[in-house]
Structures are given as C-alpha cells and as structure tokens.
C-alpha cells in the first residue's frame, strides 16, 4: 500500500536578518545566520513544523486489513484457509514427533524441506500451473528474504542452547505483540480495542500452559527475543510480498525462496557440525544415510522421509497461502494456538501430563484465539459482492 508523501509544510520565510538603523546601539545584539542563510528563528519555525509532521504521521490511524490484504477475502475462505494451515501444521508437528525422532539435524532438515519444495513447486511450473515473473532489480529483496527465513532458525536453535525450552515458548508467544508494532511503525496500522485485548489471553495462556522451569542467560535472553522479532518480520514480510509490489502467488514465492534457502541452511549445518567432514565424498549425506541406511528397516525410514518432505511441501505452499488470506498477525495467533493444540494432542497419544496450571493456559488460549477469531473477522465481507466491492474499492 502507497503511503502519501510528506507534505512541505514548512514555515514561510522570515524576514530576521539585522539590519541596520540610526538608532542601533553598541550593546544591540545582531542575529547572526545559520550556515544556508537561513536565521535561527527560520530553523526553530523549520523544526517546530517538522515536529508537528511527524506527530501527524504517527497519530495517523490505518485498518491493518487494509495493508495486508485481508480486507477483501470473506470469512469463509479465511476459515478454510486456516483449517488446511492447522491440518498440515499438525499433521507434520505430530509425525516429526512419532517418526523423526532419529534426525537430530534441524538445519539440514531444513535444507531437506527447501530441496522438496523446490522440486514439488518446479514440477507444478513444468505443468503449467504457475508462472514465475520478471523481478528485476528486486532479486535483492529475495535474497534477503530468504536469508530472514534461514537467520530466523538458526537464532531460535541458537536460544534453545541458553534457555530453557519453557521460558523459549513464553518469549516466542509474544511474536503477535512484535507483528502489532511493526506495522504499527512501518504501515501506521492499528487494529480495534477488541483485538488488541483477545491477545492477552493468548499470550498468557501459552506461558501457563507450558509453565516449568524458567531460565535464560542474558545472551540467551536478548537472542530468544530477537527470535520472536524475526519471527514476526518474516511473517509480515511474507504477506507483503504477496499483496503489494512484486505480489507473488504462493507458489511462485515458495519456489523462488525455496531455491535460495537450501545452499544457506546447508552452510548454517556446516558451521553447526551437522555434516560430517571425515569422509569428503558421502560428508552432504551422512546425516540422512544415518537415518535411511539402517539395517532392520531401511524402506520404513525412506519412506518416512519421503513423506516428511512432501508434508513440508504441502504447509510451505498452504502457509503462504493462508498468510496472503488472513494477514500476519493472524498467522502468529495462529501459531500460538496451534502450539496448545499440539500439547493436547500429544496428551491424547502419548500421554502427556497436563497440571492445573498448564491446563488453565489451554483455557486462556483456545479461549483468546476464539475471542481474536469473532473480533478480526466481524468486519470481513460475508459474499461475494462485497468481496468484489472492496476489491473495487480497493484499486
């Protein structure tokens, strides 16, 4: 979205240079001018409009729904488009938990997904199903972009190592308060009283229900928050790349982005040690011939794998998707709710114990993100024609 230039408000010129008269006396104090030829009252008059710009600029007051999108998608195709995310977000949460247990290697787990997506988005561009456009000089924007989502994994496995995982989530619950401020800052985006106060509930909720042992070193600290802030720029960053400027599909950005993950996550492995480099030739992929390569059941675990990178695939695409629909401070809310959902699952399979305060948090949670659901999408067009009269509107 298109902001308004600053207006030149400035002050009129003003007419203070000393003059001389008959009647100037030897202790008249001449005003002297700024470099510029501009007198300190026209500076003080310069500044003081400045000011009042900038207060104006600051208590403009503009829809988020406006800014990110979601403004001309209806309730129904949100709600959809919320329930693939939470369907394939789980589903990949909930198998990585059962079945990949055995790939200690985040960072090449993540080179994995981007290889997958790579191939899964090229072959739906071989078929035609997408058609990737001329970026020109915003091949920078993409390189930073994906370097936002690798930097962004590295940050929160590099917290992990200097705090507890309970004070991680706690701090990581609070991406929603980072995505409020930035568009706050950057877009003049507010939100309704409304929403602001169904994320209080949210954020505490998770704190309750994954309460336990809270330490955190002050590096530690200073890296888990900045996680939470790259967490909410990337989210919002993914929006924007969707519903202004360049404005990719989701498959043309997944697969543009995906390419330019997979050397960067590789090198983020390296540098952690999780490629072994005794033994040059199989050193990219020993950590999946440790996996794959076993002797009781070398198909169950290549098939494991298999289907792990075609999941990922799947929630890259509807994630994207799902962002472009419902904005990015609704996918945080998301995030945080789909992280109770998986403590509730897991308390279903694996037996998870759940005390009274941990289940107040689910409470608070589930409740606040039903709350942040009714509030946010209260104003959205219910049909078609208004669907088509904000896009109007809107152009």
Not at 169 to 184: E, L, N
Not at 347 to 368: K, V
């Amino acid at each position: 979205m298109a902001h308004p230039q600053l207006a030149h408000t400035f002050a009129p010129e003003l007419n203070c240079s000393p003059t001389t008269t008959p009647f100037q006396t030897r202790s008249a104090s001449p005003v002297y001018d700024l470099p510029g030829h501009h007198s300190r009252f026209e500076a003080e008059a310069a500044i003081h409009s400045m000011k009042s710009i900038v207060q104006s600029r600051l208590s403009e007051k503009v829809d988020v729904s406006t800014v990110d999108g979601s403004a001309t998608v209806s309730n129904s195709t949100k709600s959809q488009a919320l329930a693939l995310y939470f369907i394939f977000n789980l589903g990949l949460t909930l198998f990585n938990k059962a079945a990949m247990n055995k790939f200690p290697y985040p960072y090449l787990m993540t080179a994995y997904h981007g290889f997958a997506s790579f191939v899964g988005t090229s072959i739906l561009k071989s078929r035609g199903v997408f058609t990737v456009s001329q970026v020109g000089g915003s091949r920078v924007l993409l390189y930073g972009f994906s370097f936002l989502y690798t930097i962004n994994i590295a940050i929160s496995n590099a917290s992990l190592a200097m705090v507890t995982v309970p004070f991680h989530q706690v701090v990581r619950a609070t991406t929603p308060v980072f995505t409020i401020v930035i568009y706050r800052i950057f877009f003049q985006g507010t939100y309704s009283k409304s929403v602001y106060w169904s994320l209080v509930p949210v954020v505490i909720g998770v704190g309750l229900a994954t309460y336990g042992d809270y330490y955190a070193s002050t590096a530690g600290l200073l890296l888990t928050v900045l996680g939470a802030f790259l967490a909410a720029l990337k989210t919002v960053a993914t929006n924007r790349l969707q519903t202004a400027g360049l404005q990719f599909s989701a498959l043309e950005l997944l697969y543009r982005m995906s390419f330019l993950a997979i050397p960067q996550a590789l090198a983020m492995s390296w540098i952690a040690g999780e490629i072994n480099t005794s033994t040059i030739s199989w050193s990219f992929a020993q950590p999946f011939a440790d996996v794959i390569m076993t002797p009781s059941i070398p198909s169950r675990q290549v098939g494991y794998l298999l289907l792990n990178g075609m999941m990922a695939f799947g929630l890259n695409v509807v994630s994207f998707a799902t962002n472009k629909k419902v904005g990015a401070l609704t996918m945080t809310v998301a995030a945080n709710v789909k992280q109770i959902m998986t403590i509730v699952l897991s308390e279903l399979f694996w037996r998870l114990d759940i005390g009274l305060i941990n289940a107040t948090g689910i409470t608070l949670t589930l409740a606040g993100g039903i709350l942040y659901a009714y509030f946010s999408m209260r104003k959205a067009p219910k049909s078609a024609k208004q669907v088509k009269d904000l896009e109007k509107a809107s152009r």
